[in-house]
């Protein structure tokens, strides 16, 4: 099954600071990639996602991401923060054609400093 | 078009009770999966339903279960609670096409947080 790795749970950083999340995944086959974002309160919603195609995926509010397939990574970036990113940050793989199952990793609490 | 819906929203409930919390998917989505929310394994998969059967499984003990009923609506329960089922259960729907191996983004609901007493 695959699995999914976030470093630095906390990270605390100024408003228009450049941010930037890794996420390292284990699975040898085709994966799909999602980036998550859960603002206080709020629900989870959807940051971008990877199927195939162009590694370099955009998605919404500024934020983008890079899928490197020899690295088994799907780093996130954004090169302005806001203090509206302050937020919990959720990788996500599954294997479409393994076991079809979303796995997460730990997540990164993000803290923007007006 | 209304989003993931899930009632109750806090379940108070101690040892040894059974609780059922309901999840209702966004129109037209055929499939709901579940997830548990802990601050020490974070987001961990529970179960997949598609078309009222249980399509996918993680890696919980059988007191944790579900259904889906014939409008897409699910459930699921869990029985003898312990204090560790303590946490925000979460539930997503999705297109999902039978068939169709190409994953298509869930949409989550905002919780039911559960606390075992």
């Known amino acids: 099954a695959q699995s999914v790795s976030q470093h630095n749970h906390h990270v605390i950083l100024s408003e228009a600071a450049s941010l930037e999340l890794g996420c390292n995944y284990s699975?040898?086959?085709?994966?799909?990639l999602f980036w998550y974002v859960q603002y206080p309160g709020q629900h989870l919603q959807l940051l971008l996602k990877?199927?195939?195609?162009?590694?370099l995926v955009k998605g919404i509010k500024g934020f983008e991401a890079e899928f490197i397939k020899s690295k088994f990574s799907f780093n996130l970036r954004k090169p302005s923060v806001q203090w509206s990113d302050t937020a919990e940050y959720f990788c996500?793989?599954?294997?479409?054609?393994?076991?079809?199952?979303?796995?997460f990793g730990k997540g990164n609490q993000v803290v923007v400093i007006p | 078009k209304a989003g993931v819906t899930q009632t109750p929203r806090y379940l108070i409930k101690t040892r040894g009770q059974q609780v059922t919390l309901s999840c209702s998917p966004i129109?037209?989505?055929?499939?709901v999966s579940w997830y548990q929310q802990t601050p020490g394994q974070g987001l961990q998969f529970l179960f997949e339903?598609?078309?009222?059967?249980?399509?996918n499984k993680g890696n919980f003990p059988g007191r944790f279960s579900g259904r889906q009923f014939s409008n897409s609506r699910s459930e699921m329960n869990v029985s003898t609670l312990e204090l560790g089922d303590s946490a925000l259960y979460l539930c997503?729907?999705?297109?999902?096409?039978?068939?169709?191996?190409?994953?298509?983004?869930?949409?989550f609901g905002p919780g039911t947080r559960l606390t075992v007493l």
């Open positions: 129109s037209g989505h055929r499939s």
């Open positions: 339903y598609f078309s009222e059967t249980q399509r």
């Open positions: 699975y040898g086959g085709t994966v799909n």
């Open positions: 997503a729907s999705s297109q999902t096409v039978a068939g169709e191996l190409s994953y298509n983004e869930q949409f």
């Open positions: 990877y199927f195939s195609g162009d590694p």
């Open positions: 996500a793989v599954i294997a479409p054609y393994g076991n079809n199952r979303l796995a």
